[in-house]
């Protein structure tokens, strides 16, 4: 692809140097056949002004700096200088086929043009040069001025409290939404209809990929001729004409914008392979014999800089973007290496850092849940998050990782991907929402800087027409100042009303999380677990379905613990549901040291390997009255899923409190842990739950407002006093409960002095 300078436009979007004077250009003469043109005298705060500049010669590779690197500088009102590389585009129209298709089409020719974004108001002054084989060339100069306007400006952690994101104006931001990482054959106008619908329902996030062969977003790509703008070191302009069109759209609604730059599909042979058609893959010319090499290869690196320059030179000027994100599962890649992986992240979240003046935070993503903290514990990971599927539990799940995780990193946290089912299978056969629902929740009330953000948006999202699963989320975290009132998460103890005592005790349903076959997979390890009465289980995060026998992979060997406590003579049930074909499997379950309950999972049909389901069913442990030790180990071959149930087990009524507060407010969800989407999949319906009280310590002494809050319909029901004892409240859910209900506490004002 060769570029006419003489309709080749410059866009330069400007990253922060140190502060220097603007050199003198008086009398000083453009290089001949340039020109600078900018869209605007004034612009308002945070809001795009665009350059446009003309180059005398032709370039073989215009996105390449080291045939055409285009620089603006610029000083700002403060004297602050900026600079930041030039960017190639070729602009399009659009329009929709007969199916609905969206058709592209070049307008015009290719074009440079430079935008830039600000939030100090004054006058700003700046020069354009291009460095190309001739020489360094002066192309023009100018000035605008930056004018008050009502915009939040850009998204960052907030340092002083490292849990939750801040925009420029002050305001938190707290990202709800859901992922959107590609278009379907709709293209852009996919995104017209699924932004606006989510932004109706007050979503404020989506995800986006910039990667894959197959997705009309993906940038870097195979060449399939030897004059299109696809190929190594090149970048797919109709892709990026697309991304203008949904930052565009995202700015219209105040959206955050989670850019993905990479995924493990490029460097897999294994799932949902895509190293066959990667330019970085040397059968296709590119410079790396393995997948591997992508991490260490210099030329590699070199290439992967070049694509963030691009990225930060036409889209980091947009207050929209939340983020950059290197990578989606990264762990997933062929011969993952932590210590490789990890000084990659290093290497380009710095190369950012230098070229970004807008300091967009920089994250990664892991497939396992618990990531991996040699990469999400450096300092140059501005965030960290979780992806989760096949939780029978959403709730536990997102609540136990993500405060395990805040706790570890002091960073904000939030799961980027999740969902019932990894196949989507559970969302299109039981489109309820409970799933949704119940981790939006969750996410919002156990400290997460955001909501967890579903999945299948194109699948279930908006064939379901589920929107409105979002907006009660988004009503009531609209007025919550996240950043302001640094909350944290409390204690909110569950307990019968005094004097009201059971005539029988529930029953305690244990919906481990997915397990995994990692053998560095925490949850493949043996654990200890205590259960109190009131249902809570210390380190559930550790808990996984998958039970590992000693022979196929005895480093993944995970025998679980469980501490117990029963008040009166119950059950202690393994459910199995399903067992490995590959050799079968073996329960043994001790109490108290002593072998209580043996069953063998034998594999009759060697050739098959399916999992086999014959031997699914309740395995049941009699337990007498008082404290115990119960083990439950698989001495078989392979593994067996498996779930929990202690029957009269319960001292507390069968309810979840998540809390965050300070000490003059709290905000509380407070969920029947019998509604859960495998239940309900299942056709069982949550035991209605009697009135229960929920205490909260370490407020001021005062009058306090109690506000119920309906969490489908999205509002307030009613409001109510309490005062504080020995700096604590009562709280007493509704009688009957089934699903679940959330308050706020606000300490009421005193009359003005």
């Known amino acids: 692809m060769r570029v006419s300078g003489t309709v080749a436009h410059l866009a330069i979007i ?11 250009r008086a009398g ?31 370039y073989a590779n215009p996105f390449d700096p080291g045939e055409i690197d285009l620089t603006a500088r610029l000083i700002a009102p403060s004297g602050k200088a900026f600079t930041l590389p030039g960017f190639y585009c070729q602009p399009h129209t659009r329009s929709r086929a007969a199916d609905a298709a969206e058709v592209l089409l070049p307008e015009g020719e290719g074009i440079f043009a430079i935008r830039f974004a600000w939030g100090e108001i004054g006058r700003y002054r700046y020069e354009v040069t291009a460095t190309d084989s001739s020489g360094a060339h002066f192309v023009g100069s100018g000035a605008f001025q930056v004018i008050a306007a009502d915009r939040p400006g850009y998204i960052r952690p907030f340092a002083s409290s490292p849990y939750y994101f801040q925009r420029d104006s002050g305001g938190s931001y707290f990202p709800i939404g859901e992922n959107m990482c590609w278009p379907a054959k709709g293209g852009s106008y996919d995104y017209d209809l699924w932004m606006s619908k989510l932004a109706a329902s007050g979503g404020n996030y989506l995800r986006l990929w910039l990667v894959n062969e197959w997705n009309k977003l993906g940038l870097e790509r195979l060449s399939y001729a030897p004059d299109d703008d696809r190929g190594l070191g090149r970048y797919d302009q109709q892709a990026a004409w697309r991304i203008d069109r949904i930052i565009a759209l995202a700015a219209e609604s105040d959206m955050g914008v989670l850019m993905c730059i990479e995924s493990f599909n490029s460097l897999s042979t294994r799932i949902y392979p895509q190293w066959k058609v990667s330019p970085y893959n040397a059968a296709n010319g590119g410079p790396c014999a393995t997948p591997a090499d992508f991490f260490t290869n210099r030329e ?69 849940t618990e990531g991996d903290p040699q990469v999400d514990g450096i300092p140059e990971m501005d965030f960290v998050q979780s992806h989760s599927y096949g939780a029978r539990d959403m709730a536990q799940t997102i609540a136990s990782w993500g405060l395990s995780k805040r706790r ?18 559970e969302e299109w056969t039981n489109p309820t929402g409970i799933y949704l629902h119940n981790g939006l929740w969750a996410g919002m009330l156990s400290g997460a800087a955001g909501t967890p953000m579903t999945w299948w948006w194109d699948s279930f999202i908006d064939p379901a027409d589920i929107y409105h699963v979002f907006a009660p989320v988004a009503a009531y975290a609209e007025d919550v100042d996240w950043v302001g009132e640094d909350l944290q998460p409390v204690e909110a103890a ?46 559930s995060h550790l808990l996984g379905d998958v039970q590992h026998g000693l022979v196929n992979h ?157 969490t489908y319909a999205g509002r307030p029901v009613g409001v109510t006093s309490l005062a504080t004892q020995d700096g604590a409240l009562t709280i007493t859910t509704p009688a009957g409960l089934t699903t679940d209900v959330a308050y706020k506490l606000t300490r009421r004002r005193g009359p003005a002095p």
């Open 14 to 24: 400007l990253a922060a140097l140190p502060s220097m004077a603007l050199p003198a």
């Open 300 to 368: 590699a690196r070199r290439l992967f800089r070049q694509r963030l320059r691009y990225l930060v030179a036409r889209w980091g000027y947009a207050s929209s973007v939340l983020a950059w994100e290197l990578w989606n599962e990264v762990d997933l890649v062929d011969d993952y290496s932590s210590e490789t992986v990890a000084g990659w992240h290093q290497e380009m979240a710095r190369y950012l850092r230098s070229i970004d003046p807008w300091t967009h935070p920089v994250t990664t993503s892991y497939g396992r």
């Open 408 to 425: 570890q990193y002091r960073k904000p946290h939030y799961f980027g991907e999740f969902g019932a089912d990894v196949y989507g299978k």
């Open 494 to 539: 569950v307990r019968r009303p005094a004097g009201q005592t059971p005539t029988t005790y529930a029953d305690l349903a244990i919906a481990p999380h997915p397990g995994s076959w990692e053998s560095s997979d925490p949850r493949n390890r043996p654990h200890e677990f205590r259960i109190t009465g009131a249902g809570h289980i210390e380190n």
């Open 28 to 58: 000083q003469i453009p290089w001949e056949g340039s020109s600078c043109r900018q869209s605007a005298d004034a612009v308002g705060q945070y809001e795009k002004l665009e350059l446009t500049v003309a180059l005398p010669h032709t």
């Open 554 to 710: 005895p480093d993944k060997h995970n025998p679980a613990a469980f501490g117990v406590d029963y008040p009166v003579v119950g059950t202690f049930e393994v459910i199995v549901r399903g067992v490995s074909g590959h050799g079968g499997a073996s329960l043994r379950v001790t109490l108290d040291g002593a072998l209580r309950l043996l069953a063998d999972f034998p594999d009759p049909l060697p050739d098959d390997t399916e999992t086999m389901h014959q031997y699914d069913r309740a395995y049941v442990l009699g337990v007498p009255a008082g404290p115990h030790s119960i083990v439950v180990e698989n001495r078989g071959a392979d593994w067996f899923h498996c779930s929990y149930r202690l029957t009269s087990y319960l001292t507390a009524p069968n309810l979840r409190a998540l809390a965050l507060a300070n000490d003059r407010l709290a905000l509380l969800w407070v969920q029947n842990k019998g509604n859960i989407w495998s239940d309900r999949a299942a056709g069982t319906d949550p035991l209605p739950v009697d009135p229960a009280e929920i205490e909260i310590g370490g407020f001021q002494p005062g009058d306090y407002d109690l506000e119920q809050w309906d």
